[in-house]
């Protein structure tokens, strides 16, 4: 399946209507554990509102999957709420967007990071061989990402 990565901004999301009905469709075809409390469009119009972006897996014309993504002020991006359509899932859709995303931030010299306190174990395990490693509570506190759990981080050198 060649999945290609989209960025959906506010921009975006103001002038395409399908990419509208497919971050919706995503969000509300997820498990309740992956998204936040609040209703579908309240999060996804509070995300957008405040800068922010989401990185969508593109296949066919249709997002099939989607994370959503805030900068740092060190640049990184911190990844939360990936969910894959139900009709997509088990193919490797996410798995592909998460690699996708790290490459991206690779290639734009960006630390991606992602909160693992509240990950399933599964997932856990996925981003260990997608090349993710510990950070530290400094690195936490400095990038002005979350000061609450752990995280996990891709380096722009790769070495995970």
Same mark, same amino acid.
């Given at each position: 399946?060649?999945? #290609?990565? %989209?960025?959906?901004?506010?921009?975006?999301?103001?002038t395409? %209507?399908?990419v509208?009905? +497919?971050?919706?469709r !995503?969000?509300?075809?997820a498990?309740? %554990?992956?998204?936040?409390a609040?209703?579908? $469009?309240?999060? !996804?119009?509070?995300h957008? *509102?405040?800068g922010?972006? &989401?990185a @969508?897996?593109? &296949? *066919? +014309?249709?997002?099939?999957?989607?994370?959503?993504? /805030?900068e740092?002020? +060190?640049?990184?991006?911190?990844v939360?709420?990936? @969910?894959?359509?139900? #009709? #997509?899932r088990?193919?490797?859709?996410?798995?592909r967007?998460a690699?996708l $995303?790290?490459?991206? =931030?690779?290639q734009?010299?960006?630390?991606?990071?992602?909160? #693992? =306190?509240?990950?399933p174990?599964a997932?856990?395990?996925?981003?260990?061989?997608?090349?993710?490693?510990?950070?530290?509570?400094?690195?936490?506190?400095?990038?002005?990402?979350?000061?609450?759990?752990d &995280?996990?981080?891709?380096?722009p /050198?790769?070495?995970?």
């Open positions: 399946m060649p999945v #290609t990565l %989209e960025h959906v901004d506010r921009a975006r999301w103001d395409d %209507e399908q509208r009905l +497919d971050l919706v !995503i969000y509300d075809d498990p309740k %554990e992956r998204v936040p609040q209703a579908v $469009l309240p999060f !996804i119009e509070q957008l *509102n405040t922010h972006f &989401f @969508c897996a593109h &296949f *066919n +014309d249709h997002l099939l999957a989607a994370a959503a993504v /805030q740092a002020p +060190d640049r990184a991006w911190w939360s709420e990936l @969910c894959v359509r139900k #009709t #997509t088990r193919r490797g859709v996410g798995s967007l690699a $995303l790290g490459e991206q =931030a690779l734009q010299g960006r630390k991606l990071r992602i909160e #693992t =306190a509240s990950l174990m997932d856990q395990l996925l981003l260990s061989k997608l090349g993710y490693r510990p950070g530290s509570q400094a690195e936490r506190s400095a990038s002005g990402g979350p000061l609450i759990s &995280f996990v981080e891709l380096d /050198q790769g070495k995970g």
